[in-house]
């Protein structure tokens, strides 16, 4: 059964409201295999209102497509999402395939593919805004194998997506164990506070014995230094690279709005940009990306390998004995990300932040062996981070090669468990 969302007008931003039922939008939606659907940036209509529109409710193994703007993106509700009923926006439409002729996750899976993305975009309509309809929809042939070779198939490449989302959901966690010991001993000054307040220690008695018993008359930890940010990170260092030499390039799409890790770099002819090396930290200086927190740790490029990007990255690297990861901690910080916000010049549109500004503003600059100590801490988070992102890669290429085998039968599931029986005896 194939539907499209209601009419614009009836379910505009006048409607919004906190809590209700989700709306299915384009930001919902994306072009990437691994990525189903993205939970985190709905909006809400009243339940109340939704039930005007039944047929354009979607729910577990339904799929949704944009039919405006950016043809291709191609979602599916799993049975493990966030809600059990949400509502197609008037830019989407939605599939609701008979479980008893295909599996919606082999059919997702299909319409993800570069097989299935070529049939969308060859009945693509419009000029300046694209489109994609009901009839060109149901004018797609899916190769449809036996059910059982469905699921099959829908069950082996969702592991692999699976093994992938538990990676990153392990990376948010070891992140947010980072940015709280970043913020407790940096920003709150925790382990002095809780000394002064006779409260018990929390961290080891090694650690615990650095941090002094009081905050002096600034407010800060006695014996620690006053200073500005400078002091503890370079701000786009310079670099040498000649006009014209190849080397790895990122721009603004490869840094990610959460987490450290961004997409592989890619080989440019250096032209102007900003340059930086593994350790470094990018910071998208202007709107609405910083906002939105396009951020990254860099890494993966190769020792003494000098890499390139944006005009619009800020580049942050730590001064030793701190480690790398604290620019990037120091650049997903509330408090800094604010004043980086508030510092942006410029005409509407195309407002930047002032890099100066963020260079001289005020930070407590604590003493070597708390730097050291640091350091001792948060690098093996990130080791481990940095671990789990190149296993994802390696699974996602698994995936990759996979996806296009199975779907136009070349390969069968029952192939690749003989080979993985072989190869274990």
């Keep these: 059964m194939i539907a499209a969302g209601p009419f614009g007008s009836a379910v505009s931003a006048k ?68 809600f059990p009923r949400y509502l197609v926006s008037n830019k989407q439409m939605r599939l609701r395939p008979n479980p008893e002729i295909c599996n919606s996750q082999y059919l997702y899976y299909f319409f993800a ?69 970043f913020r407790d001993w940096f920003v709150d000054f925790g382990p002095t506070r809780a000394k002064m307040e006779g409260r018990a220690p929390y961290l080891s008695p090694d650690l615990w014995a650095l941090f002094p018993d009081r905050l002096d008359d600034e407010g800060k930890p006695e014996g620690w230094e006053s200073g500005t940010l400078s002091d503890l990170v370079s701000f786009n260092p310079k670099e040498a690279l000649r006009k014209g030499t190849e080397a790895p390039y990122l721009d603004m799409a490869a840094l990610p709005t959460q987490g450290a890790n961004h997409v592989e770099p890619t ?43 944006s005009t619009e990255f800020i580049v942050m690297r730590t001064r030793p004995p701190l480690p790398p990861a604290f620019g990037y901690l120091l650049a997903r910080d509330e408090d800094f990300r604010s004043a980086a916000i508030r510092s942006m010049t410029g005409t509407s549109g195309r407002q930047r932040a002032t890099v100066d500004a963020i260079a001289n503003r005020p930070f407590t600059v604590p003493p070597q062996e708390i730097m050291f100590a640091f350091q001792a801490c948060v690098n093996a988070l990130f080791k481990r981070i940095a671990s789990n992102e190149r296993e994802s890669r390696t699974v996602a290429q ?6 296009p085998r199975l779907l136009s039968g070349e390969l069968r599931v029952a192939d690749i468990a003989s080979s993985e029986k072989e190869t274990a005896a």
């Design 267 to 309: 080989q440019r002819a250096f032209a102007s940009g900003s340059k930086f090396r593994d350790g470094d930290t990018l910071l998208a200086r202007i709107t609405p990306c910083l906002e939105n927190g396009k951020t990254c740790l860099v890494h993966g490029l190769g020792q003494e390998t000098v890499a390139w990007g």
């Design 113 to 181: 593919s570069e097989l299935g993305q070529a049939e969308i975009m060859e009945r693509s309509i419009g000029s300046s805004v694209p489109g994609f309809n009901l009839t060109g929809l149901r004018t797609i042939k899916v190769p449809l194998p036996p059910l059982s070779e469905q699921r099959a198939i829908a069950a082996t490449l969702g592991a692999l997506d699976d093994k992938i989302e538990l990676n990153r959901k392990m990376n948010a966690t070891l992140e947010a164990m980072a940015r709280a010991l």
């Design 398 to 403: 698994t995936r990759d090669l996979l996806l």
């Design 15 to 82: 409607y919004f409201v906190d809590h209700g039922t989700p709306m299915i939008r384009g930001s919902n939606l994306s072009t990437d295999v691994g990525v189903p659907m993205v939970e985190d940036e709905y909006v809400y209509l009243p339940d109340e209102l939704v039930k005007k529109f039944p047929r354009a409710m979607a729910s577990a193994g339904d799929l949704i497509f944009t039919c405006w703007g950016t043809i291709g993106q191609v979602g599916w509700i799993s049975p493990r999402s966030k």
